[in-house]
């Protein structure tokens, strides 16, 4: 088995639906996902904070209904994941298993009795903010003297009492210290690299890693080449790979996961690493992993079992 635990799958699918498809998954993700062995992925919606609030708000029904669509109109090749074992039992049926969530939360404002909604609908996984500053906490590009709000602080306890995993991939480093204040069951960053070999904001410096590692979380590797590497011709798999070997030394191999945020399906040059753009290339990433003396025990703690472990730990 092999999760990615970081998709944008539904970006794509709301983008196609509007355009008339009704079976994207199947027609544009299955085979990729199935040549790289892609078994599971964490697929949050995203809804882009930065446009006027009717817009925002307009943008995220359509998200929530052409997700709710194209789970039905797959449900033959696709399952919604909602514990560790769903995923065992999609696996074994052949299917992809999708755990659903919110890449940020920036179109509920303060009213976070929304979130027993998501619940309801299927949602085990959550991120405060993509970036900005909201009504519940400050992200990688807000204000750095901003942190969690009262409303993000009763949130996060409701996300924690609830069961589902909190993803501090995109909050800035005061929202992160201040959620780890609260915190007592493992987290995980999603999809986010070390902040030493790349020292972009959206990186996790080594303290924020040792955490993770503290609280039994996990960081899943991040493909997005503007986080692996700042100088253009070094964006390669190998320098990927660099950020994994690091992670471990710091957090070592129970904790770490592949979070690859893969935009293939969109045209911007700049979204993709040289050589490791599409689920596609994932054998031969593995390779690689081989190559610098990775076990196949190593490889699946990597691939499934660390992200199993937290899954269990909050859902069962």
């Known amino acids: 088995m092999l999760f990615d635990i970081h998709s944008d799958l539904f970006m794509d699918v709301d983008n196609r639906r509007a355009g008339g498809s009704r079976s994207a998954i199947s027609e544009n993700h299955s085979e990729r996902l199935k040549e790289g062995g892609v078994t599971g992925m964490f697929a949050p919606l995203f809804i882009n904070p930065y446009q006027k609030e009717e817009l925002l708000h307009k943008k995220a029904r359509s998200m929530f209904l052409n997700m709710s669509a194209e789970l039905n109109d797959n449900r033959q090749i696709v399952a919604v994941a909602k514990c560790a074992q769903d995923f065992l039992d999609a696996a074994q049926e052949g299917k992809l298993a999708l755990m659903l969530g919110s890449e940020g939360l920036c179109y509920i404002g303060e009213e976070i009795a929304l979130i027993e909604v998501f619940y309801q609908?299927?949602?085990?996984?959550?991120?405060l903010t993509w970036n900005e500053d909201n009504a519940l906490a400050s992200g990688a590009k807000g204000d750095p003297g901003r942190g969690l709000t009262q409303a993000g602080a009763?949130?996060?306890?409701?996300?924690?009492?609830?069961?589902?995993?909190?993803?501090?991939?995109h909050i800035n480093e005061k929202s992160f210290w201040d959620i780890a204040k609260i915190v007592k069951e493992p987290i995980m960053a999603s999809h986010s690299n070390s902040y030493t070999l790349c020292p972009h904001p959206r990186n996790l410096k080594d303290d924020q890693l040792a955490f993770i590692r503290e609280i039994g979380g996990v960081v899943g590797l991040n493909a997005y080449p503007e986080f692996v590497q700042q100088e253009q011709p070094l964006w390669n798999m190998e320098r990927l790979v660099d950020h994994m070997d690091y992670m471990i030394e710091k957090m070592g191999i129970d904790h770490v996961a592949l979070g690859f945020d893969f935009a293939d399906y969109m045209d911007e040059e700049d979204a993709h690493l040289s050589d490791f753009y599409s689920a596609r290339h994932i054998p031969k990433l593995l390779e690689i992993f081989r190559r610098r003396g990775y076990t196949q025990a190593d490889l699946d703690k990597i691939t499934h079992e660390n992200i199993l472990r937290v899954i269990r730990a909050r859902m069962g």
């Open 121 to 127: 609908l299927g949602m085990r996984e959550v991120s």
């Open 154 to 169: 009763a949130l996060v306890r409701r996300v924690e009492e609830l069961g589902m995993i909190l993803d501090v991939s």
